[in-house]
């Protein structure tokens, strides 16, 4: 089968990683891909949001299977562009509908959704320009830390948590009147602050039934100790160590299933991934948010403990039969550290030369802002790589990832050293 996969981020190269080992897999395009995608399947210069090209290119070159990996093209549709278009509808898209990507696409849908389905989450309401003085009154109704989320797509990046009661306000008149976030904070949601440990649930489903995927814990801030500004996330574990079997039954029965419960209840056509963020407050696990495809860096932890084969796993989604899929996890723990351009999330500078991936033992690098320059691979991002590793627990896996980067070096590069430290 001819599979084309739409990204360039280290979620992209971890999914290109696993479905190239696939005997079902003959030919892989990626859609634009990196320099880590190039080097194993065949990058294409086209946006994946390009619906019309994307279909040119399908039909071209007989595609079988499309695989969604970033949220924009989800959220803008393609699944219904492909149904709803006579050349393309028999083949599968790895992806919900553009009704299930409003999960991610809007914080107060999915808050209406999660209240509606009565699956834990936190007390919100959402305010636009006009309400925006409803909304500093809404606020010191609250209990400081303060929440402010731009209800639209802002890359990870729409979240403020702040301590002090005026400067929330300040930052809400700077999201909804100011366009902090641009489109995105045209609406904020404000949210009660939970107090807890936070984790990644990942779901697969069908539509109708669903396989729970390992869990992982990432992290957001750029700085040590979890400070300083968000990111797209620094680095990730899996399995998460304090998630036990309790945990995960109250995962499954408040949460998964009704979730999934709710996209029937509610004609929500959904064939793809479910990225559930969690908080784990004294043990009781509460939604913050979804996502509707697989998370970056977690991928890149989540995918490696994959021993099931992925496309198969795949066509079990596309035909309803993921019932009937047998899926198998490697028990070891896997960790991901990611490697960013100096001054990320801010301004950075790209085409930095990245040299030592040749002397990489012991661990998988995917590649995220990277590309071929001049037979250089270069830095062509934010976060450059990932490297990701094995062991018997997330202390010894770390320690390879670590020993690794070591041998890695690009100008300015700049990379966590204490992800982990907080599970030890």
């Known amino acids: 089968m001819t599979i084309l996969l739409l990204g360039s981020g280290g979620r992209e190269h971890a999914f290109a990683w696993k479905m190239i080992q696939s005997p079902l897999c003959d030919t892989l395009f990626v859609a634009p891909g990196n320099a880590g995608t190039a080097s194993i399947a065949n990058n294409v210069d086209i946006s994946p949001t390009d619906f019309d090209?994307?279909?040119?290119?399908?039909?071209?070159e007989k595609v079988g299977m499309v695989v969604v990996g970033?949220?924009?093209?989800?959220?803008?549709?393609?699944?219904?562009?492909?149904?709803?278009?006579?050349?393309?509808?028999d083949i599968p898209v790895i992806g919900p509908s553009k009704l299930g990507a409003t999960l991610e696409g809007s914080k107060e849908f999915a808050k209406e959704f999660l209240i509606k389905h009565n699956i834990p989450t936190a007390a919100y309401d959402s305010f636009t320009a006009e309400t925006v003085e409803k909304g500093c009154d809404f606020l010191e109704t609250l209990q400081p830390p303060y929440v402010l989320k731009a209800d639209g797509l802002a890359a990870g990046k729409g979240v403020l948590i702040l301590?002090?009661?005026?400067?929330a306000k300040d930052e809400l008149r700077n999201?909804?009147?100011g366009q902090k976030f641009g489109a995105a904070s045209s609406k904020v949601v404000i949210e009660?602050?939970?107090?807890?440990?936070?984790l990644s649930c990942f779901v697969l489903t069908d539509g109708k039934s669903y396989k729970i995927l390992p869990t992982a814990k990432d992290y957001k801030r750029i700085g040590e100790g979890d400070t300083g500004l968000n990111t797209g996330g620094m680095g990730a574990v899996s399995p998460v160590p304090y998630v036990d079997a309790v945990l995960m039954e109250k995962i499954e029965t408040r949460i998964v299933k009704p979730t999934i419960e709710g996209f029937q209840k509610d004609g929500i056509e959904y064939k793809g991934f479910v990225f559930i963020g969690l908080i784990n407050v004294k043990n009781e696990p509460i939604v913050i948010e979804y996502n509707v495809r697989m998370g970056d860096p977690e991928t890149e932890v989540v995918i490696p403990r994959m021993k099931s084969d992925l496309v198969e796993l795949f066509l079990a989604?596309?035909?309803?039969?993921?019932?009937?899929?047998?899926?198998?996890?490697?028990?070891r723990s896997a960790t991901t550290i990611v490697v960013v351009s100096g001054g990320y999330p801010e301004d950075f500078e790209k085409g930095k030369v990245i040299s030592g991936l040749e002397n990489i033992q012991d661990s998988i690098i995917f590649h995220a802002g990277?590309?071929?320059?001049?037979?250089?691979?270069?830095?062509?991002?934010?976060?450059?790589?990932?490297?990701?590793?094995?062991?018997?627990n997330f202390e010894e896996a770390i320690k390879k990832s670590y020993q690794n980067i070591d041998k890695l070096h690009f100008d300015k590069m700049y990379f966590r050293k204490d992800?982990?430290?907080?599970l030890k």
């Open 163 to 167: 301590h002090d009661l005026a400067e």
């Open 70 to 89: 970033p949220e924009d093209p989800l959220v803008k549709g393609i699944f219904d562009f492909f149904k709803n278009d006579n050349d393309l509808k």
């Open 419 to 422: 992800i982990g430290n907080d």
């Open 175 to 177: 999201m909804l009147v």
């Open 317 to 331: 989604v596309a035909n309803e039969k993921l019932d009937e899929f047998e899926l198998e996890i490697d028990e």
């Open 370 to 392: 990277t590309k071929v320059d001049n037979g250089n691979v270069v830095s062509n991002g934010g976060r450059v790589l990932t490297v990701t590793s094995f062991g018997d």
């Open 192 to 198: 009660e602050f939970l107090d807890g440990i936070e």
């Open 53 to 60: 090209a994307v279909k040119a290119f399908v039909l071209q």
